[in-house]
Nanobody, 130 residues
């Protein structure tokens, strides 16, 4: 099972996009999930995580106040609402999750979480440019 991110595109600075994450042929029964992004030549960067274990959310400082993570378990979809986009937000955005980790969002959105996540998938390109 892989996770599939969608909703990327080209947007002007200050614009908005909403990314979606779903699991092909499966329910989104992950206890903890998150979004990370990657720019060619740089390491993956956690953006935001959400935990069903304790209801917590986590945001990287770079996106705090601009991005909002949510999930709709009835629709088997996780979202990332991105507002006030900046050129430095340009990256490939991917989603990840784990079915067994009963950790907070802040614990998952770490290098440890990156090493231990159960599943992730192909990302979607977000380009912020005028």
């Amino acid at each position: 099972v892989q996770l599939q991110a969608s909703g990327g595109g080209v947007v002007q600075p200050g614009g908005s996009l909403r990314l979606s994450c779903s699991a092909s042929g499966s329910s989104l029964d992950y206890l903890v999930m998150g979004w990370f992004r990657q720019v060619p030549g740089k390491t993956r960067e956690w953006i935001s995580c959400i935990s069903d274990s304790d209801g917590s959310t986590y945001y990287a400082d770079s996106v705090m106040g601009r991005f909002t993570i949510s999930r709709d378990n009835a629709k088997n979809t996780m979202y990332l609402q991105m507002n006030s986009l900046k050129a430095e937000d340009t990256a490939v955005y991917s989603c990840a999750g784990d079915r067994a980790l009963t950790v907070s969002a802040g614990q998952f959105c770490t290098a440890w979480g990156m090493r231990n996540m159960d599943v992730w998938g192909k990302g979607t390109q977000v380009t912020v440019s005028s």
